[in-house]
């Protein structure tokens, strides 16, 4: 059982923290789906902690060398699963400046490298018997166990009509829908808020080597309009009414062009596939005003159906190019 425990473990935090991140990476049905996996993941982890309870108490007895590091990660799992289960039932959405999701995904992160030391360090060697039926058998179980527990909890918040009750299929929370000056500002990871003076500013579409520059004023005079959630990944989303120019409106003939990267005055980018400009927003206002320099004044990209970090704020720059869409990192890096 020892054995099997620490295999399952390692299966199970790979796939909770894989399907944590195919979550983020969608604003659709995928995003539902894998927290599904996620969440019975997480409860199946701590299903299992009568059983490595025993290793990990034998473990520290032995005083081996980095048995500290071990409590740290601990730690980091107890504090991420934790504040997932506070986000999830809505006990706790915001601890002050921060969100449950941000100290849930964090813990997690800084458990990376304690995880990775931890399996090299107390490595056990993989065997045949690991994929034997009984093993098998017992991971049918636990899977079982863990995914009525979750289905049990979701019962319950409902029930108990905890605030979890009325989060989006992605987990997020309603923050001031069709308020936008209640529209929290918030960056992905580092970036700041430039200050643009709207005089010089010039958004450059760059297309088949035929560049042309718009100003603000040029854009003002379009009045495309779309009502669309954003959806971050911080744990909240908020519905509003945008204003600006369809992408495609601002595209000529782009032969051979598969993909636009969008580029804001940050240095921050994002691509996405030539075939989704006519649904892809220019947004030079939000509930009939002007932007403000925190939402992205002069202007930001909108894109309906897509988690908060594909909204590219202060965008500068337009590109169409040969590369596929998928030719970036999933998440931006600032
Ligand atoms: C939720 C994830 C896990 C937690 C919180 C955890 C925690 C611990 C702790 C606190 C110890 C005792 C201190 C030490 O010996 O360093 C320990 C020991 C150990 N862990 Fe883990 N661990 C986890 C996952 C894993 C995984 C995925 C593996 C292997 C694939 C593993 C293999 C071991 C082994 C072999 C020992 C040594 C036991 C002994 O010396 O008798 N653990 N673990
Ligand atoms: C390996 C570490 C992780 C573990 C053990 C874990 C476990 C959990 C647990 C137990 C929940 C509560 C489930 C529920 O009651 O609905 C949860 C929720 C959540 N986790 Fe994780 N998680 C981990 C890492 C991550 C990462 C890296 C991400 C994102 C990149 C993430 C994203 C989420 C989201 C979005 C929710 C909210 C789901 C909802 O409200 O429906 N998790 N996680
Ligand atoms: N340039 C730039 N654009 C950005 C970000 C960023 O950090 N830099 N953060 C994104 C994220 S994660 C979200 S959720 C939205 C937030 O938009 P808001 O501040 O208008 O609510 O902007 C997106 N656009
Ligand atoms: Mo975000």
């Not at 959405?93 to 100290?103: D, L, N, T």
């Not at 058998?137 to 009325?166: I, P, T």
């Not at 004023?217 to 519905?239: I, N, P, Q, W």
């Not at 988690?307 to 030719?327: C, H």
Request: with cysteine; aromatic share 10%.
């Amino acid at each position: 059982m020892k054995r099997w425990t620490n295999v399952a473990l390692l299966v199970l935090l790979g796939s909770a923290f894989t399907t944590g991140w195919v979550a983020f990476f969608y604003g659709t049905a995928p995003s539902r789906w894998s927290l599904v996996i996620h969440a019975a993941s997480g409860f199946a982890i701590v299903a299992l902690t009568p059983w490595k309870s025993v290793i990990a108490r034998n473990g520290i007895r032995r005083r081996r060398k980095g048995w500290v590091d071990s409590l740290v990660f601990t730690i980091l799992v107890i504090v991420s699963v934790l504040a997932g289960l506070l986000h999830s039932s809505g006990l706790l959405i915001q601890a002050g400046p921060v969100s449950a999701m941000e100290i849930h995904v964090g813990a997690a992160l800084v458990a990376v490298p304690f995880a990775i030391w931890h399996v090299i360090a107390r490595r056990i060697p993989v065997r045949g018997t690991d994929l034997s039926r009984r093993s098998l058998l017992r991971g049918g179980v636990l899977l079982g166990a863990a995914g009525a527990a979750y289905a049990a909890s979701e019962g319950l918040v409902r029930v108990s009509n905890l605030a979890g009750a009325r989060r989006r299929f992605t987990g997020s929370y309603a923050v001031g829908s069709l308020h936008p000056e209640q529209l929290p500002v918030t960056q992905w990871m580092f970036d700041n808020v430039p200050s643009i003076d709207a005089a010089g500013w010039r958004l450059t579409v760059d297309v088949a080597a035929a560049v042309r520059q718009w100003t603000l004023e040029d854009l003002m005079k379009f009045d495309e309009r779309v009502r669309a959630t954003l959806d971050c990944t911080g744990g909240f989303y908020s519905e509003q009414d945008w204003s600006g120019v369809w992408l495609s409106r601002l595209l000529p003939e782009a032969p051979g062009a598969i993909s636009l990267l969008v580029r804001s005055s940050t240095g921050y980018t994002r691509r996405f596939p030539i075939d989704e400009a006519a649904r892809l927003l220019i947004a030079t206002g939000v509930g009939g005003a002007p932007l403000d320099a925190g939402h992205g004044f002069p202007v930001r990209l909108v894109a309906p159906h897509r988690r908060g970090f594909w909204w590219v704020k202060w965008v500068v720059g337009i590109t169409a190019e040969q590369l596929p869409s998928w030719w970036q990192l999933p998440f931006p890096t600032q």
